[in-house]
C-alpha cells in the first residue's frame, strides 16, 4: 500500500542551527503535502500545505521565514526549522494523499520527527 | 467555526472487552470522516473513511459509524487487545477535502 516516508526519525541539534526534515512519497505522487506539528498528548496541528511548484500556506501564527517548506518534485517536500531553539522542540509529521485519488482518498502519515533541541 | 470533539479524552478498559469512542463535529460543508489510530511517537493510520450516504463501516475489530444528521460518529472497538492501546484520532474533511480539521483524539489503553 501507499507508504510515506519520514526522515530522520529522532534528530537533536544545538540552539541556532538549522534542521532539515524530509518527506517522501514512494508509491504515488503527491502535488500536495501537509506538515503537522504534535505536543505531547496532544492532535496534530497543522502547520503548512506543501504545494509542489509553488510557495507553501501556512497556517495563522506559523513563521514561514523559521519553518521553510520547499516542494521540489510530485514525490519530496522538506521542512527546514531554521536558528532552531528549545522551544521548537517537538514532533513533526508529514502527511500526503495521492494527486491521482478523490477527496475521499486516504490521507497517507509519515511516522514523525522527534526534534530536540538542546 | 469547524470543530472537532472527541470523548472521552482517555479510557482505560480490560484486555478483551469492547469500548466505544464518541466524535461531534461542526465542519461545514462536510466531505468524509476519518479515523485514525495513533501510536506513541509513531504517525497516524488509516483505520475507516466515511462519505455523507455511508452509516457504518468496519476494518477488522473497528466498526465506525457516522450520523450526518446530528454530526456525530463512534469508533466501536470489539475484544480489544493490548495493541489497541493508542490515541484515536477523528478527523473531517470539507467539501473539496483540502482542509482536515483533528479532533483532540482520545487515548486508550487497554490493560491485561
Known amino acids: 500500500g501507499a507508504v510515506v516516508s519520514q526522515h530522520p526519525s529522532w534528530v537533536i541539534c544545538k540552539s541556532g542551527t538549522s534542521v532539515k526534515i524530509e518527506c517522501r512519497s514512494l508509491d504515488f505522487q503527491a502535488t500536495t503535502m501537509f506538515w503537522y506539528r504534535q505536543f505531547p498528548k496532544q492532535s496534530l496541528m497543522l502547520m503548512a500545505t506543501?504545494?509542489?511548484?509553488?510557495?507553501?500556506?501556512?497556517e495563522q501564527g506559523v513563521e514561514k521565514d523559521k519553518f521553510l517548506i520547499n516542494h521540489a518534485s510530485l514525490t519530496l517536500s522538506t521542512l527546514t526549522v531554521t536558528s532552531a531553539h528549545p522551544e521548537d522542540s517537538s514532533f513533526y509529521i508529514c502527511?500526503?494523499?495521492?494527486?491521482?485519488?478523490?477527496?475521499?482518498?486516504?490521507?497517507?502519515f509519515g511516522n514523525g520527527t522527534r526534534l530536540t533541541v538542546t | 467555526k469547524n470543530q472537532v470533539e472527541q470523548s472521552p479524552q482517555s479510557l482505560i478498559i480490560l484486555e478483551g472487552k469492547n469500548c466505544t469512542l464518541q466524535?461531534?463535529?461542526?465542519?461545514?460543508?462536510?466531505?468524509?470522516l476519518r479515523w485514525y489510530k495513533q501510536d506513541t511517537g509513531r504517525g497516524p493510520v488509516s483505520l475507516t473513511i466515511?462519505?455523507?450516504?455511508?452509516n457504518t463501516k468496519s476494518n477488522g475489530r473497528y466498526t465506525a459509524t457516522l450520523d450526518a444528521d446530528t454530526k456525530q460518529s463512534s469508533l466501536h472497538i470489539t475484544a480489544s487487545q493490548l495493541s489497541d492501546s493508542a490515541s484515536y484520532i477523528c478527523v473531517v474533511s470539507d467539501l473539496g477535502g483540502q482542509n482536515f480539521v483533528f479532533g483532540p483524539g482520545t487515548r486508550l489503553s487497554v490493560l491485561p
Open positions: 466524535c461531534n463535529y461542526t465542519v461545514s460543508p462536510f466531505s468524509n
Open positions: 466515511m462519505t455523507f450516504s455511508e
Open positions: 502527511s500526503a494523499r495521492d494527486s491521482r485519488g478523490s477527496t475521499n482518498s486516504p490521507l497517507h
Open positions: 506543501s504545494n509542489e511548484g509553488s510557495k507553501a500556506t501556512y
